[in-house]
């Protein structure tokens, strides 16, 4: 077990990282970042941190979007093949890796007022909307 640094050095976070991506890639059932901490003496909040700090390290940044790009594949492909529970897919993809609900606003009425009675036009409304209703792309 390694013994956690007062401060991590890149050199030292490079390393770790390299292991934990090792140990990722040799073990196909890992889907959390959390679980490669168990085995270590600090806690998973520290990936968060280097990520933060050292976001300007190439190389430490690129080897933290693989490893986050492995395990969001993971969840994804988990939750597509029926082996994880879907809410726990859906709450881990939208926490971890931003993973948003698309909301589907309707912008085809430019501005206009939807109006859905038409016993207040007058014949020659009702056609004219009826016509530009059916025109529309």
Excluded: C
């Excluded at 050292?54 to 988990?78: A, H, M, P, Y």
């Excluded at 009425?109 to 056609?127: F, M």
């Amino acid at each position: 077990m390694i013994t956690k640094p007062t401060t991590y050095t890149a050199q030292f976070v490079k390393k770790e990282l390299q292991s934990i991506l090792k140990e990722i890639r040799d073990n196909p059932k890992i889907i959390y970042i959390g679980e490669v901490f168990e085995s270590r003496s600090y806690p998973r909040q520290v990936y968060s941190v280097w990520a933060n700090d050292f976001s300007k390290n190439k190389k430490i940044s690129d080897t933290i979007k693989q490893i986050d790009s492995i395990l969001e594949s993971r969840v994804n492909v988990g939750g597509l093949r029926q082996k994880l529970s879907p809410a726990m897919v859906i709450f881990n993809l939208k926490n971890n890796y931003g993973w948003k609900d698309e909301k589907h606003l309707d912008h085809t009425t430019k501005g206009e007022k939807i109006t859905t009675d038409v016993s207040k036009l007058t014949p020659e409304q009702r056609d004219a909307r009826l016509q530009e209703l059916t025109t529309r792309e």
